[in-house]
């Protein structure tokens, strides 16, 4: 079973607008921490934003933010004022706590596309 | 540079040759871990390293996939007997495991191989 899922292949958003990617995630773990992160055609990837399974406040980087909603097991990434920039692959990710490992499961990833 | 380091970054061989890639995680990072990216697709993992505990082989797709690490520095990726579809990105990533969940893998800029 898929434990992270991102359901959108493809994302168009016009140059300033905000636009959500969304991410569900499947962990009977009560202890977790979902990255966001970007791979522009370059082919780097590049950590936005972390939450973890225990914050009370969503995570914000700059213009990057997560709608985490726990009971729901969603992590959204919200990017407000879209830049042509942005355009680029997007990846969640999960790391569960059981057993102390450090593994790391991603989804399939969106692509997002600016638009002038 | 502070970074992760991967070579080579562009490998191109004949199919039935051996290859090896390197890496050279974040200084004081003890876990490394490997993926595949084919073209357009997500992250695929392939193996894990954490300190000196036995690696987490659960993603190598074939016995003509190996790696090893020494101690918690450089690791190798070895793939015997190339075949057309191991073309890919071979990603490596490392991360610390001090502070907890919240740390981010950080990743290297990939090795290209291409088997003609």
């Known amino acids: 079973a898929q434990k992270i899922t991102q359901t959108q292949p493809g994302m168009f958003v016009q140059e300033k607008e905000a636009v959500t990617l969304d991410c569900t995630y499947d962990t009977s773990d009560p202890s977790y921490g979902l990255f966001w992160y970007k791979q522009p055609s370059s082919g780097e990837m590049i950590f936005l934003i972390y939450?973890?399974?225990?914050?009370?406040q969503n995570a914000t980087e700059g213009r990057y933010s997560l709608n985490f909603q726990k009971a729901r097991k969603s992590a959204n990434l919200v990017i407000s004022a879209s830049q042509l920039g942005d355009s680029a692959m997007y990846f969640c990710?999960?790391?569960?706590?059981?057993?102390?490992?450090?593994?790391?499961?991603f989804g399939t990833g969106t692509r997002l596309k600016v638009l002038a | 540079g502070a970074g992760v380091s991967q070579s080579p970054s562009n490998k191109v061989t004949e199919k039935g040759k051996d290859v090896e890639l390197r890496c050279d995680p974040i200084s004081g990072h003890t876990a490394l871990y490997w993926y595949r990216q084919r073209l357009g697709q997500g992250l695929e993992f392939l193996i894990y390293f954490q300190g000196n505990s036995a690696p987490d082989k659960s993603g190598l797709p074939s016995d003509r996939f190996s790696a090893e690490r020494t101690g918690e520095s450089v690791s190798t990726l070895t793939i015997q007997r190339t075949q057309q579809e191991d073309s890919a990105v071979y990603l490596c990533?490392?991360?610390?495991?001090?502070?907890?969940?919240?740390?981010?893998?950080?990743f290297g800029d990939g090795t290209r191989l291409s088997i003609l």
């Open positions: 939450q973890g399974s225990y914050d009370q």
């Open positions: 990710a999960m790391r569960e706590a059981t057993s102390g490992t450090y593994k790391y499961i």
């Open positions: 990533a490392s991360s610390s495991t001090h502070r907890g969940m919240s740390q981010p893998q950080h």
